[in-house]
């Protein structure tokens, strides 16, 4: 048996149980993983309300690091003692060992830790496909990225700064502003007190960005499009106030023939050589030292109800791991 995060309903934080759960043996294409770190991201707060739909009762939890215990037939991608990590479903992480899909996991290189690697898998793939695929960025555009003292806006802002690309970050609070400004964002805004378009026109002299990288979605979502120059990009990855309210295209073609997508990791690692390739940009920055990934909240796996009362109240800063 082994200790997990189980929840049976949907709700609020009190619907997480930390429960003793049959673990088994791996099916074929399946691997044993027992866990040194697991991951913490939105997207679980979004299943476990029920935002997104998952059959119940289910797991939490969608990355995580440790050592592959044991591989079922016509594992290929790893074996017994190997050092990986992995972001992606279905759901579970949230769990001391678990078995899941074998093509889901990538040998972290000895040089990144299990506490890293738990850390940065979600949150790193995501900035490097909306970096390097979304929209291929080059030194010199200018985009404004929202929620930039978040683990994914940290990451970004580190990684934005070793393109040479100009990032403006939002946040909602000056010690935020300092922690994003710390980490490369060319000019920081604090929303609570300023008016993010009026500044993005000062700071561009009225010239708007090329994209708009947007996770908080109702709250920001028009703002957004109004920071966008004529045949600028929307990128929309996320919904943290609630999701995007219906808009007409029409919108769009007042604003200058603008773009819009809703991409997802899942759709870009969709294909195992997609994502080796992907992990291999995220892993080499990481090695590199350009980008540092920030844990600035640990938990214990038995606490994963707090530390989803500290993500949800915006308490949180950089990443947050799960510690069996």
């Given at each position: 048996m082994a200790k997990a995060i189980r929840i049976n309903r949907t709700?609020?934080?009190?619907?997480?149980?930390?429960?003793?759960?049959?673990?088994?043996?791996?099916?074929?294409?399946?691997?044993?993983v027992r866990h040194a770190a697991c991951g913490i991201n939105f997207i679980d707060v979004y299943f476990r309300t029920g935002l997104y739909p998952q059959p119940l009762p289910a797991g939490l939890g969608m990355e995580g690091a440790g050592v592959v215990e044991a591989v079922g037939e016509g594992v290929t991608e790893v074996a017994v003692g190997d050092r990986v990590a992995y972001a992606g479903r279905p759901n579970?992480?949230?769990?001391?060992?678990?078995?899941?899909?074998?093509?889901?996991?990538?040998?972290?290189?000895?040089?990144?830790?299990?506490?890293?690697?738990?850390?940065?898998?979600?949150?790193?793939?995501?900035?490097?496909?909306?970096?390097?695929?979304?929209?291929?960025?080059?030194?010199?555009?200018?985009?404004?990225?929202?929620?930039?003292?978040?683990?994914?806006?940290?990451?970004?802002?580190?990684?934005?700064?070793?393109?040479?690309?100009?990032?403006?970050?939002?946040?909602?609070?000056?010690?935020?502003?300092?922690?994003?400004?710390?980490?490369?964002?060319?000019h920081v805004i604090n929303y609570n007190t300023e008016d993010f378009v009026a500044r993005v026109m000062e700071i561009t002299n009225g010239e708007k960005v090329s994209v708009v990288y947007d996770s908080i979605g109702k709250d920001t979502f028009t703002k957004s499009l109004d920071c966008l120059r004529p045949l600028g990009m929307m990128v929309s990855f996320g919904s943290a106030s609630g999701p995007v309210p219906d808009f007409s295209l029409a919108e769009l073609a007042a604003r200058g023939s603008l773009f819009i997508t809703r991409p997802t990791?899942?759709?870009?690692?969709?294909?195992?050589?997609?994502?080796?390739?992907?992990?291999?940009?995220?892993?080499?920055?990481?090695?590199?030292?350009?980008?540092?990934?920030?844990?600035?909240?640990?938990?214990?796996?038995?606490?994963?109800?707090?530390?989803?009362?500290?993500?949800?109240?915006?308490?949180?800063?950089?990443?947050?791991?799960?510690?069996?």
């Open positions: 709700g609020g934080p009190e619907v997480m149980e930390y429960v003793d759960v049959e673990v088994g043996e791996p099916g074929p294409g399946e691997a044993r579970g992480a949230y769990a001391e060992v678990r078995n899941l899909p074998s093509a889901l996991l990538l040998r972290l290189p000895d040089a990144i830790s299990f506490e890293t690697g738990a850390a940065m898998m979600l949150q790193g793939l995501t900035v490097q496909y909306l970096f390097r695929r979304t929209v291929p960025l080059k030194r010199g555009d200018t985009i404004l990225f929202h929620a930039a003292a978040g683990g994914v806006g940290l990451i970004a802002s580190q990684w934005a700064r070793a393109l040479g690309v100009n990032m403006i970050g939002t946040v909602g609070s000056d010690e935020k502003a300092a922690l994003a400004k710390a980490a490369g964002c060319s990791l899942f759709s870009y690692a969709a294909k195992r050589a997609d994502l080796e390739a992907m992990a291999a940009d995220l892993f080499a920055v990481v090695a590199s030292g350009d980008v540092k990934i920030d844990i600035n909240q640990t938990y214990k796996l038995a606490d994963a109800a707090q530390a989803h009362i500290d993500l949800e109240s915006r308490k949180t800063t950089g990443s947050s791991i799960l510690v069996p």
